[in-house]
């Protein structure tokens, strides 16, 4: 073929594609170029094609850049085909979970377990807290107990 005749076709090729496009309705755009992203992979036969028959050092370069860039196409193309597709796939509801009866951890507590209590007593202990709950002296030194140890006392005449 000719160069004329190849930029005939190329240029037949635009208006015909843009003539289909346009009749496309805007809904339907997304799933239409899913499918032609994986009609690339046409593109990529016919560049390993082209490449076993390059010759040079120049158009193999180019031709292995096409390649990789027509093989980056068509794996995005899969997969937001993918990820549309999900989109429209119903989800399985969660089956409800069997209830569990709380009152049975509660009746050990109420019964005085001894058990439960010296592990009770060891995690108030750990967290550096005495049985009246209340915070360890270091703590407490620092804070005035009330508010009329903070105020100034008043001179008396």
Do not use: Y
């Not at 208006?15 to 009749?23: A, R, T």
């Not at 951890?105 to 750990?126: Q, R, V």
């Not at 620092?142 to 008043?154: G, L, M, Q, R, V």
Request: aromatic content about 4%.
């Amino acid at each position: 073929m000719d160069l004329l005749t190849e930029i005939a076709v190329l240029i037949l090729g635009a208006f015909v594609g843009f003539e289909v496009i346009s009749k496309i309705p805007n809904t339907l755009h997304t799933p239409l170029m899913s499918a032609t992203n994986a009609i690339h992979g046409i593109v990529l036969l016919g560049g390993l094609l082209v490449i076993a028959e390059a010759s040079g050092f120049f158009s193999k370069l180019i031709l292995v850049v096409a390649i990789a860039f027509g093989t980056i196409n068509v794996i995005g193309g899969f997969l937001v085909t993918d990820r549309m597709l999900g989109m429209f796939s119903k989800k399985p509801k969660p089956k409800p979970e069997p209830e569990t009866e709380p009152e049975a951890e509660s009746d050990t507590e109420a019964k005085g377990d001894p058990e439960s209590e010296s592990e009770s007593e060891s995690d108030t202990e750990a967290k550096g807290e005495s049985d009246t709950g209340s915070k360890p002296e270091s703590d407490t030194e620092a804070k005035p107990e009330s508010d009329t140890e903070t105020k100034p006392e008043a001179k008396q005449d």
